[in-house]
């Protein structure tokens, strides 16, 4: 009967001892601040970790982005038909027949910055590449029936069928942010916000297809009056391929986490809304971590 116990006993530790490494490994990291304290600066008899100076590091994430393509065709559209009534009247340029996209991908990046300490408040400049490849495409069509008058002779009136039919595209690969950071430091921990310029190079590439015709329903007159020829169909096509810059805004919070006197480690949530380019709007989501060194 001692020997079974015995073997329990002993299975017991085995299973226990992993626990017992887990435990002692957080009571280091726990303590870890400490031991380095000597490397610190001391201000009054709390230690204080030394941000201030340049610094660099990596950084790998996660970015999902909103891509609008509903007002893309819009100029493609407005000039196809320009100088109509219909376009003056009933603004089909403006009809939203494309929808939005959300593409995602892996991010990788560096930054590089540099902080000035005043008292607890840590205040700096840094700039932040991203590298994520983000591609989105759209196509729809929408059709309508309206009745318009402008431009007729009194009496008649014009009864629409438009057809409005567009495709988009859109790649963005490389983001480059210039923020000004704003923290403030609790020992070797930093947390911090800051808002700054975006730029991205963006390809665009938009399509429109429109196509209209038009039957006159005269009012009701004693003599009746003669319909106006039937218009139509009439059709017309516009597209636009485009390399530009697109300008945003950036902001976000994160946290700079001290591990030896020039290296630490970091969390960031970052928020970017683009301006419309080519009539596409895009903002960004990224969550990412990275690890620094200060010089």
């Not at 530790?13 to 957080?26: F, G, L, Q």
Request: overall charge negative.
């Amino acid at each position: 009967m001692i020997a079974p116990d015995g073997r329990t006993a002993c299975a017991r530790m085995e299973k226990a001892r992993p626990m017992r490494w887990v435990i002692c490994a957080v009571v280091a990291l726990a303590f870890a601040p400490q031991a380095l304290a000597q490397d610190y600066v001391l201000r009054g008899s709390q230690p204080t970790y030394r941000w201030a100076g340049f610094y660099g590091g990596a950084s790998g994430g996660y970015t999902s982005s909103t891509v609008d393509f509903s007002q893309a065709p819009g100029p493609e559209v407005a000039f196809i038909l320009r100088e109509t009534s219909i376009e003056q009247d009933e603004q089909i340029s403006t009809w939203s027949v494309l929808g939005k996209r959300n593409p995602e991908n892996t991010a990788l990046g560096a930054f590089v910055g540099y902080n000035v300490e005043w008292n607890n408040v840590i205040l700096g400049a840094e700039v932040d590449y991203s590298h994520s490849s983000l591609n989105a495409s759209a196509a729809n069509s929408l059709t309508r029936s309206f009745s318009d008058s402008g431009s007729l002779p009194a009496g008649h009136h014009y009864y629409y069928t438009v057809f409005d039919g567009a495709s988009s595209s859109f790649q963005m690969n490389n983001v480059t942010s210039f923020r000004a950071r704003f923290g403030w430091e609790a020992g070797n921990f930093l947390p911090y916000g800051f808002i700054g310029l975006a730029v991205s190079r963006v390809s665009t590439t938009t399509a429109a297809l429109v196509t209209y015709s038009a039957v006159d329903y005269p009012d009701s007159e004693t003599p009746p009056l003669t319909p106006l020829p039937n218009l139509g169909p009439i059709t017309g096509g516009e597209s636009n391929s485009q390399n530009a810059f697109a300008y945003g805004v950036a902001t976000g919070v994160g946290m700079d986490v001290g591990i030896t006197p020039n290296l630490f480690v970091r969390g960031e949530f970052e928020y970017i809304y683009f301006a419309p380019v080519t009539g596409i709007q895009v903002s960004l989501t990224t969550a990412r971590v990275g690890a620094g060194f200060k010089f």
